[in-house]
């Protein structure tokens, strides 16, 4: 399309932007989208995917196409800590298939990722996109944002900013920065391997006193190194091809590999204390900055966008009231601190085995909170966070895996033996998912007519891979959100035409007489 009105503008086609354009246009919406590079980022960046990510594409008809992208892991590929001699100590498998029926964790070269996001941007006409224009200004009119860029001048309903750590758009609206602890320069390098690369396929975190480093499996040919400065150490020398070379040396011969991208990036951990001003928003780096031990940067800003994909079409739509998108910080926020806190929880770990060893070796007394920390490593415990906040039915929110978290996906086979992936039934909006065929209230099928819902039964569908979601065991049905995660569920006090109205409630639901 081509004009000077949208009804969302975006400041950066990064993987966070680009996703963002393509889940907009996807929800019918016109889009904007500015970019001040006209290249895509040649620097190291992100290299792995969430099930949970692919998942999401798949509710837009994407999902196979961006997985063709990805390489699956193997199985007995593991993540986990290694000591100075790169010896196993404690980690978990990476391979098996998630709750959202994918992969828990595939690799990807950010490169070929973000060629694949704009080559979608381009499918559709309702995305204008302006490459090489960085957004000087803008202004929140009450109604409308008015951007200015170098070259034009545009209006749009809300204004989404996925620009960076560094996010002007933050610091215009003097958002609070919240730091979550930990700030330390590393060395981050990708390289080409070749038949001669002695590395193995578990991407471990080596505790060494002498110095912390990470070794990534990415996708192939590429693997990374992430290597943490130490004191009196520049950037300048860590850079030189011979400091990496020496580096990497303790893991496979010279010749086994050519250096491709290198940088010294600042780990940090901090949040904004505020996602939204009026019709401004900010999302990914620019609202949250996190070590990537978990491997979670990328992944927890496109979780952003898919929370504001759902929410802004209905408020722009006329079916929910404003007061609805209140609800993306409140959901979003405690979601990413988590993660972030988990990822930092993993470098401090890092630094405890590291120190253990170095008392040791000076035959010390070991720190006496090693264990404690334990809990952070891979595979110990700590489970993916759920939400606790929004738009869900609070009540029956808990640690017993139901309302807050992702709802499960398996393949299923229809009675003319077809099969599918669960979510395939549900389209892009939400679904009532029951064991049977339910009879409801005239009230109820007019909310369900309102916002689309998908009714979903699972009689005569037989599981072929994966299982139904547990809650069937104790509830007739359950309401699943856009984004896939457990609005509510039925129960002894609970009916189905209750649990429709409490939808309806907490989305602010507008003129539903209409």
Same mark, same amino acid.
């Given at each position: 399309?081509?004009?000077?009105?949208?009804?969302?503008?975006?400041?950066?086609?990064?993987?966070?932007?680009?996703?963002? %354009?393509?889940?907009?246009?996807?929800?019918?919406?016109?889009?904007?989208?500015?970019?001040?590079?006209?290249?895509?980022?040649?620097?190291?960046?992100?290299?792995?995917?969430?099930?949970?990510?692919?998942?999401?594409?798949?509710?837009?008809?994407?999902?196979?196409?961006?997985?063709?992208?990805?390489?699956?892991?193997?199985?007995?590929?593991?993540?986990?800590?290694?000591?100075?001699?790169?010896?196993?100590?404690?980690?978990?498998?990476?391979?098996?298939?998630?709750?959202?029926?994918?992969?828990?964790?595939?690799?990807?070269?950010?490169?070929?990722?973000?060629?694949?996001?704009?080559?979608?941007?381009?499918?559709?006409?309702?995305?204008?996109?302006?490459?090489?224009?960085?957004?000087?200004?803008?202004?929140?009119?009450?109604?409308?944002?008015?951007?200015?860029?170098?070259?034009?001048?545009?209006?749009?309903?809300?204004?989404?900013?996925?620009?960076? %750590?560094?996010?002007?758009?933050?610091?215009?609206?003097?958002?609070?920065?919240?730091?979550?602890?930990?700030?330390?320069?590393?060395?981050?390098?990708?390289?080409?391997?070749?038949?001669?690369?002695?590395?193995?396929?578990?991407?471990?975190?080596?505790?060494?006193?002498?110095?912390?480093?990470?070794?990534?499996?990415?996708?192939?040919?590429?693997?990374?190194?992430?290597?943490?400065?130490?004191?009196?150490?520049?950037? !300048?020398?860590?850079?030189?091809?011979?400091?990496?070379?020496?580096?990497?040396?303790?893991?496979?011969?010279?010749?086994?590999?050519?250096?491709?991208?290198?940088?010294?990036?600042?780990?940090?951990?901090?949040?904004?204390?505020?996602?939204?001003?009026?019709?401004?928003?900010?999302?990914?780096?620019?609202?949250?900055?996190?070590?990537?031990?978990?491997?979670?940067?990328?992944?927890?800003?496109?979780?952003?966008?898919?929370?504001?994909?759902?929410?802004?079409?209905?408020? *722009?739509?006329?079916?929910?009231?404003?007061?609805?998108?209140?609800?993306?910080?409140?959901?979003?926020?405690?979601?990413?601190?988590?993660?972030?806190?988990?990822? +930092?929880?993993?470098?401090?770990?890092?630094?405890?085995?590291?120190?253990?060893?170095?008392?040791?070796?000076?035959?010390?007394?070991?720190?006496?909170?090693?264990?404690?920390?334990?809990?952070?490593?891979?595979?110990?415990?700590?489970?993916?966070?759920?939400?606790?906040?929004?738009?869900?039915?609070?009540?029956?929110?808990?640690?017993?895996?139901?309302?807050?978290?992702?709802?499960?996906?398996?393949?299923?086979?229809?009675?003319?033996?077809?099969? +599918?992936?669960?979510?395939?039934?549900?389209?892009?909006?939400?679904?009532?998912?029951?064991?049977?065929? *339910?009879?409801?209230?005239?009230?109820?099928?007019?909310?369900?007519?309102?916002?689309?819902?998908?009714? +979903?039964?699972?009689?005569?569908?037989?599981?072929?891979?994966?299982?139904?979601?547990?809650?069937? !065991?104790?509830?007739?049905?359950?309401?699943?959100?856009?984004?896939?995660?457990?609005?509510?569920?039925?129960?002894?006090?609970?009916?189905?035409?209750?649990?429709?109205?409490?939808?309806?409630?907490?989305?602010?639901?507008?003129?539903?007489?209409?």
């Amino acid at each position: 399309m081509s004009g000077s009105s949208y009804d969302i503008a975006l400041i950066g086609m990064g993987p966070v932007g680009a996703t963002a %354009a393509i889940h907009f246009a996807a929800a019918g919406l016109s889009v904007a989208i500015f970019e001040r590079d006209p290249d895509i980022y040649a620097l190291p960046r992100a290299v792995a995917m969430d099930g949970e990510i692919v998942r999401l594409f798949q509710a837009i008809g994407r999902g196979e196409e961006l997985a063709s992208c990805l390489q699956k892991l193997r199985p007995g590929d593991r993540a986990g800590f290694a000591n100075a001699d790169r010896e196993w100590l404690f980690g978990q498998d990476l391979s098996p298939t998630s709750v959202n029926g994918w992969q828990n964790l595939s690799m990807f070269d950010q490169p070929e990722i973000e060629e694949y996001l704009r080559k979608t941007i381009a499918q559709y006409d309702t995305v204008d996109v302006f490459l090489g224009e960085e957004v000087e200004g803008f202004e929140d009119q009450g109604d409308r944002v008015v951007l200015r860029s170098s070259e034009r001048e545009v209006s749009c309903g809300y204004l989404v900013a996925c620009d960076g %750590a560094a996010s002007t758009t933050r610091k215009v609206l003097d958002l609070d920065w919240k730091d979550l602890g930990y700030d330390h320069d590393w060395l981050v390098v990708d390289v080409v391997i070749n038949e001669k690369n002695t590395l193995n396929q578990d991407t471990v975190q080596v505790c060494a006193p002498e110095r912390l480093a990470t070794y990534v499996v990415t996708k192939d040919p590429f693997r990374r190194w992430e290597f943490k400065l130490n004191p009196g150490e520049t950037r !300048e020398q860590m850079l030189e091809d011979e400091t990496i070379k020496k580096l990497i040396d303790p893991w496979t011969p010279r010749d086994s590999y050519t250096i491709r991208r290198k940088a010294v990036y600042q780990f940090h951990a901090a949040t904004a204390e505020a996602w939204r001003r009026g019709r401004v928003f900010i999302a990914g780096d620019a609202a949250h900055q996190t070590p990537p031990f978990l491997g979670q940067g990328m992944n927890a800003g496109m979780r952003d966008i898919f929370n504001l994909a759902w929410k802004l079409p209905l408020v *722009l739509n006329g079916q929910c009231n404003e007061k609805l998108l209140d609800t993306y910080q409140s959901e979003r926020l405690a979601h990413a601190e988590d993660l972030v806190e988990w990822a +930092v929880a993993i470098g401090e770990l890092m630094q405890n085995v590291a120190d253990v060893a170095a008392a040791e070796q000076a035959g010390d007394p070991p720190p006496p909170v090693l264990e404690q920390k334990k809990s952070a490593g891979y595979g110990q415990g700590r489970e993916a966070p759920p939400l606790r906040d929004g738009v869900l039915l609070l009540e029956q929110v808990s640690d017993n895996g139901s309302t807050g978290y992702l709802f499960s996906q398996p393949t299923v086979e229809n009675q003319d033996g077809q099969r +599918v992936m669960l979510d395939d039934l549900f389209g892009r909006g939400f679904a009532l998912v029951s064991r049977e065929r *339910l009879t409801l209230s005239d009230q109820s099928n007019a909310i369900i007519e309102r916002l689309g819902i998908t009714m +979903v039964f699972l009689e005569g569908l037989r599981e072929v891979d994966g299982h139904f979601d547990q809650l069937f !065991e104790r509830s007739d049905a359950v309401i699943v959100r856009p984004d896939r995660y457990i609005f509510g569920h039925t129960g002894d006090d609970l009916d189905a035409d209750q649990l429709i109205a409490l939808l309806a409630e907490k989305l602010y639901l507008l003129n539903l007489s209409a």
